[in-house]
């Protein structure tokens, strides 16, 4: 029988592409997975900051105020503001005990100054450790404001009447920050590192249950051997598979991206001030570098696991030899959110790495693209390696008939 | 017609450890760390015949009969499949060969219409020629009710049957049954035997590989017996009980189990 030269690959693909839309596990992880945990995912992150934000920005703030004869003006300033609630204590000695019992979020002590019309100290007693308290925030606001106030006085009793003249006297030089760094390129440093923890275990995840049952699970259902009888040689079989898997991963790696995507800019406005801002300014030829950099990765995952699951004998050994390189690829992602690396001719080389510090440059606005297409060519060397590994590993009689 | 010439295939073997030792000198087929699972076999299966290859667990029936459906190399030695070398021309044997085992396995998410598409189709088989082929199977072993249902909702005798279909898909000129019959019923493994025969018909060359001497009695013509390795016998049914002297297939069985090599026919 004539046979056309690619006989068989297409066969291959068209049937396990077939197979795997018809398996319910492997669709919640390649599909439903992505879709639905990241937006859950982005949404429980951003809802929990801004709340906890709000919370410490609006709660009622409970004080005490020791010495505020030494101080007179700021017991009132105080009141002047909404949001704290005085609370009578008799001692200094009994401020940390009740700050330690929350009866007292903070307090206020004035010692006593060395004379009229010198300098006041207040001390602001507060539990420190806590990250979103607002505690010093909202005292030291209180407190400038009553200082100025006093200052203005003075000035004036000392014959410096107008604002103007004023400010020439306290700040006879003001330097105004032009920084290079933009808003973007700070906050994509956060974010951008966050993005490759995101994506890249869909690569893996999405190809791990579709290689599984194409290689494994042969072997466990007993058609393996009747596969190999077919006319095809070994080197189209694992093609096939090969470019299944691989499908899979993109698919979920894709979707990934487009639910955080979609999430941005849908989600994206409503977020406060900068964080707005920066999602506005990511644009689809980002997405599309980004997406363009999953390309290479899922091509190693899809070889990587391919080969483990034509090694194992069962779904149980496959997922077992699988585990471990769960590793793959978050171990290198978290290299890239170390302080202190950052994209150089070295970490291109890097695989997986090179791919979340290109992420994360991408998002910044700061990808040198002369380097981006070393980490593509780079990661695509990698990845034919793996598969040529691969198709070799699938023509040994021990790892195909493995006892 | 199925020709094996002097075949040999080794195994290599990982490093012992000390306690096989004992176990391994009592193992001839043991030389250092090679294993020869088929040993200097030599035989031929003519058209038109069922050849009943035979011999105990492990005396390399398996083996040899992945050599001769290509998925094994030959260490050395000859298979020609229909006038094709197994080693020299795999694509080619693979053509001709059908290979029926009774642990084959089936795509429990696809339907038995869409599994015989897909060997069809890995057979380079025309959409037109193949659909009339699997109608064709369909009525000839009965599918037709359950052609369209997944495979995972089948019973045993109908996966079996499935597999049949599977296997003369391509319309083979050999065909391989190695132990068809385990774990069925009567009915259904009376189906398979009825099958092997009806292939006979056919001119096909037939291997049936089995453990049930009533089998190897009720429809082979020839037999093949090995152990460990080794060709112990080859000849006809009548032959066999002859030279071992024995009124039954087993006894005769286990009479020849040890013998030099009896070529009766």
Same mark, same amino acid.
């Given at each position: 029988m004539?046979?056309?030269?690619?006989?068989?690959?297409?066969?291959?693909?068209?049937? %396990?592409?077939?197979?795997?839309?018809? $398996?319910?596990?492997?669709?919640?992880?390649?599909? &439903?997975?992505?879709?639905?945990?990241?937006?859950?995912?982005?949404?429980?992150?951003?809802?929990?900051?801004? %709340?906890?934000?709000?919370? #410490?920005?609006?709660?009622?703030?409970?004080?005490?105020?020791?010495?505020?004869?030494?101080?007179?003006?700021?017991?009132?300033?105080?009141?002047? *503001? /909404?949001?704290?609630?005085? *609370? @009578?204590?008799?001692? &200094?000695?009994?401020?940390?005990?009740?700050?330690?019992?929350?009866?007292?979020?903070?307090?206020?002590? &004035?010692? %006593?100054?060395?004379?009229?019309?010198?300098?006041?100290?207040?001390?602001?007693?507060?539990?420190?450790?806590?990250?979103?308290?607002?505690?010093?925030?909202?005292?030291? $606001? *209180?407190?400038?404001?009553?200082?100025?106030?006093?200052?203005? %006085?003075?000035?004036?009793?000392?014959?410096?009447?107008?604002?103007? $003249?004023?400010?020439?006297?306290?700040?006879?030089?003001?330097?105004?920050?032009?920084?290079?760094?933009?808003?973007?390129?700070?906050?994509? =440093?956060?974010?951008?590192?966050?993005?490759?923890?995101?994506?890249?275990?869909?690569?893996?995840?999405?190809?791990?249950?579709?290689?599984? $049952?194409? /290689?494994?699970?042969?072997?466990?259902?007993?058609?393996? @051997?009747?596969?190999?009888?077919?006319?095809?040689?070994?080197?189209?079989?694992?093609?096939?598979?090969?470019?299944?898997?691989?499908?899979?991963?993109?698919?979920?790696? +894709?979707?990934?991206?487009?639910?955080?995507?979609?999430?941005?800019?849908?989600?994206?406005?409503?977020?406060?001030? @900068?964080?707005?801002?920066? +999602?506005?300014?990511i644009g689809a030829v980002d997405l599309a570098l980004v997406w363009l950099m999953l390309v290479p990765t899922t091509a190693m995952f899809a070889a990587i696991l391919l080969s483990i699951s034509i090694y194992a004998k069962s779904f149980k050994e496959a997922q077992s030899f699988a585990a471990p390189f769960n590793m793959l690829c978050i171990l290198p #992602?978290? #290299?890239?959110?170390?302080?202190?690396? =950052?994209?150089?001719?070295?970490?291109?080389?890097?695989?997986?790495?090179?791919?979340?510090?290109?992420?994360?440059?991408?998002?910044?606005? +700061?990808?040198?693209?002369?380097?981006?297409? &070393?980490?593509?060519?780079?990661?695509?060397?990698v990845a034919g390696v793996l598969l040529v590994f691969c198709t070799r590993w699938f023509s040994r009689e021990s790892v195909l008939f493995r006892q | 017609m199925l020709e094996v010439r002097r075949l040999v295939k080794v195994f290599q073997q990982p490093k012992k450890k000390k306690k096989g030792a004992d176990a391994s000198a009592a193992d001839p087929r043991e030389r250092g760390r090679s294993f020869h699972a088929v040993d200097g076999v030599t035989f031929e299966a003519p058209g038109g015949k069922i050849t009943g290859l035979l011999g105990p667990n492990g005396a390399g029936k398996t083996t040899l009969l992945r050599v001769i459906s290509t998925s094994l190399q030959p260490t050395s030695g000859q298979v020609m499949v229909d006038g094709r070398d197994v080693a020299a021309d795999p694509l080619a044997v693979r053509q001709r060969l059908g290979f029926l085992s009774g642990n084959t396995g089936l795509y429990g998410r696809l339907t038995p219409r869409e599994l015989m598409r897909y060997f069809g189709d890995l057979h380079g088989m025309d959409a037109e020629t193949l659909d009339a082929r699997i109608n064709d199977l369909a009525g000839t072993l009965g599918m037709q009710t359950y052609l369209d249902k997944r495979c995972d909702a089948l019973s045993t005798g109908m996966k079996q049957k499935v597999n049949i279909g599977r296997t003369l898909v391509h319309d083979p000129e050999v065909i391989v049954f190695d132990e068809p019959t385990t774990g069925l019923d009567v009915p259904a493994a009376e189906n398979i035997l009825a099958l092997v025969e009806q292939c006979r018909e056919e001119g096909k060359t037939v291997i049936l590989s089995t453990h049930h001497m009533h089998e190897v009695e009720r429809i082979c013509d020839h037999i093949v017996m090995i152990h460990e390795g080794k060709l112990r016998f080859t000849g006809s049914v009548a032959q066999m009980r002859e030279v071992s002297g024995c009124d039954t297939l087993d006894k005769a069985f286990l009479a020849l189990m040890d013998a030099e090599v009896i070529d009766a026919a």
């Open positions: 004539p046979r056309k030269a690619s006989g068989g690959l297409g066969a291959v693909y068209r049937k %396990e592409i077939l197979e795997v839309s018809r $398996d319910r596990k492997t669709l919640v992880f390649m599909l &439903v997975l992505p879709l639905v945990l990241i937006p859950l995912l982005l949404q429980v992150m951003v809802d929990f900051v801004a %709340e906890a934000n709000k919370k #410490a920005a609006t709660e009622t703030l409970t004080y005490a105020l020791v010495g505020e004869e030494h101080l007179p003006g700021l017991s009132e300033a105080l009141d002047g *503001v /909404g949001g704290f609630e005085r *609370v @009578e204590i008799d001692s &200094v000695e009994a401020i940390p005990a009740k700050l330690k019992a929350e009866e007292l979020k903070f307090a206020l002590v &004035v010692p %006593e100054p060395l004379g009229e019309s010198q300098q006041s100290i207040v001390e602001l007693h507060y539990d420190n450790a806590s990250m979103t308290s607002k505690v010093k925030a909202r005292t030291a $606001d *209180v407190l400038k404001e009553f200082g100025e106030g006093v200052r203005a %006085e003075r000035l004036t009793a000392l014959g410096i009447r107008t604002f103007s $003249d004023q400010s020439a006297i306290i700040a006879p030089v003001v330097m105004v920050e032009r920084g290079t760094a933009s808003m973007r390129e700070k906050l994509g =440093e956060n974010l951008g590192g966050i993005l490759p923890y995101m994506v890249i275990p869909f690569c893996f995840l999405g190809a791990l249950y579709p290689a599984i $049952d194409l /290689g494994a699970g042969e072997k466990e259902r007993g058609t393996l @051997e009747t596969l190999l009888l077919a006319p095809v040689s070994r080197l189209r079989l694992v093609l096939g598979k090969y470019l299944v898997v691989f499908t899979s991963g993109l698919v979920s790696a +894709t979707l990934s991206l487009v639910a955080i995507g979609g999430w941005f800019a849908i989600e994206g406005p409503k977020l406060a001030g @900068e964080l707005s801002e920066i +999602t506005a300014s #992602a978290v #290299a890239a959110m170390l302080p202190g690396v =950052e994209l150089n001719w070295k970490w291109a080389l890097v695989p997986v790495s090179n791919i979340a510090l290109a992420i994360k440059e991408l998002i910044k606005g +700061t990808m040198d693209y002369s380097m981006l297409g &070393v980490i593509l060519a780079s990661s695509s060397v | -």
